[in-house]
């Protein structure tokens, strides 16, 4: 019939205000902010990082995000197409998609593999093998995770189709029904750890170390990974909010709805802080443990708390969730370019993806094992890919995102975009912004990046 003719041509896309902020919160909630942030944060010197963290995220997050889902929503096409239609003739600022779309396959090599782990430790954690109070237990349970390359590939491989999966059921009975449930879980999950944290004994020497700024660790090459981190949180600098902007209703505010992701994935990195970092003190831990300090740590930490092994599943369910909505927002980014820009169906547009992924990530997944001893630039294939990734490709996608809007796309159209075309009234803020993405933004990432990789 026609009814059915038409639904057919309108583009899928998140269908309700709550579901635009479930599915963008969802996004940048992740591991970013369980795993990353606090052992960032413990192994830079606490909250002098933090506050360099805060300046990133304001002065260079706030812009970028903004401008990503506001050049998405406006053409309502995948990151590619987006940019290939708003160049003028010649001009190649597509490659800030093509390489998103790099670091969508970077990204997803490694993160799938730290979710396979997480995964893995939901059912470690029921079952109670991980539940001993002695650090030394808890680091051979790990080792013996992470060196068995079969379990490590099939963890990965179990936690890509489980994602599949949900990728397959489309974006709004898909990612935005999926991420309407899983947000407001975890953040009660949360709030329930934070409170258990801060009622141990001694829990004010960790809100001490999150909160007493040192800023004598503070280095170029701290700067740039705070800043990384940022744009990491954010899901920025990689098209992927493009593609989620190209999601977004018309009626939405983008501004607001930025500002609004933006506080609440700080409010989770500073929940996820209070919860781990006093629990950690209150035992005796050492907070600077590295990447392993929620598999090695925190699992010794619920070991040695009353009702600790209820609180040890809740834990890793609530970060294998946070991981769920990461990994739907970076998947969607190849996705949905295989998709809209070459004419591949969604399905075999996710197991395209999915079986190039399986092929990438197993360099991530082996490591620990059999390709322990394989380097490049010094570096495993699991840190090489999360170096270039924050440290290179995002920043500079960022770069390039202020410079497109600012010199390029100008101030009118993005004035019609980020007011509704006139429905709403913020010209003096959208004023700064602009010269934030012109001068600002930019110029300052430059710099960071050249400082942090030790250029100037
Ligand atoms: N923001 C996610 C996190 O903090 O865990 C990670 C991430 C998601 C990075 C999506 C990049 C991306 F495109």
């Known amino acids: ?39 960032l944060t413990g192994a830079n010197g606490g909250a002098g990082f933090l506050v360099v963290y805060l300046l990133a995220t304001l002065l260079v997050g706030l812009p970028v995000m903004i401008s990503e889902i506001m050049l998405g929503r406006a053409a309502k096409r995948d990151a590619v197409t987006t940019l290939v239609q708003f160049s003028p003739r010649g001009q190649p600022w597509w490659l800030v998609g093509a390489f998103g779309v790099l670091a969508a396959f970077l990204i997803m090599a490694f993160y799938s593999e730290v979710a396979a782990w997480v995964f893995a430790y939901v059912f470690k954690a029921i079952g109670g093998s991980i539940l001993s109070s002695d650090p030394a237990v808890t680091s051979a349970a790990f080792g013996q995770l992470v060196s068995d390359p079969v379990q490590s590939l099939l963890w990965q491989w179990l936690v890509l189709a489980f994602i599949g999966g949900i990728l397959l059921m489309g974006v709004s009975k898909g990612i935005e029904a999926v991420t309407k449930k899983l947000m407001p879980i975890l953040f009660l999950l949360l709030i329930v750890l934070c409170v258990r944290s801060l009622m141990l004994p001694g829990a004010a020497e960790g809100l001490s170390f999150l909160f007493t700024p040192d800023f004598s660790k503070i280095s170029g090459a701290v700067i740039l990974t705070a800043m990384g981190l940022a744009f990491f949180k954010l899901s920025i600098g990689m098209g992927t909010m493009i593609t989620y902007g190209s999601y977004f209703r018309d009626d939405q505010n983008i501004p607001a709805t930025t500002v609004r992701v933006m506080a609440a994935d700080l409010f989770v990195s500073m929940l996820a802080g209070i919860a781990i970092f006093p629990a950690v003190f209150s035992f005796g831990f050492e907070p ?41 927002s970076i998947l969607e980014v190849p996705v949905s370019v295989l998709n809209g820009r070459f004419g591949i169906s969604r399905p075999k547009a996710v197991v395209a993806t999915l079986l190039l992924l399986a092929l990438i990530g197993s360099t991530c997944a082996l490591s620990g094992s059999l390709l322990a001893d394989f380097k490049l630039f010094g570096f495993n294939m699991f840190d090489l890919f999360d170096e270039v990734s924050s440290k290179l490709i995002m920043p500079a996608g960022g770069i390039a995102l202020c410079l497109f809007v600012g010199w390029v796309w100008g101030f009118d159209k993005m004035k019609a975009e980020l007011s509704n075309h006139g429905a709403l009234a913020n010209e003096a803020l959208l004023r700064k912004l602009f010269f934030l993405l012109r001068y600002v933004t930019p110029l300052l990432v430059l710099a960071v990046m050249l400082s942090g990789l030790g250029l100037i």
């Open 1 to 39: 019939t026609q009814q059915d003719a038409s639904a057919k041509t309108v583009r899928d896309g998140f269908t309700s205000s709550f579901g635009v902020l479930a599915a963008t919160l969802g996004s940048a909630v992740g591991l970013g902010n369980i795993w990353k942030f606090p052992y």
């Open 288 to 328: 600077a443990a590295g990447p392993s300090l929620v598999f090695i740590t925190i699992p010794a930490v619920f070991a040695s708390m009353p009702f600790g092994h209820v609180f040890m599943v809740l834990f890793f369910v609530l970060t294998a969730i946070a991981a769920t909505g990461a990994m739907l």
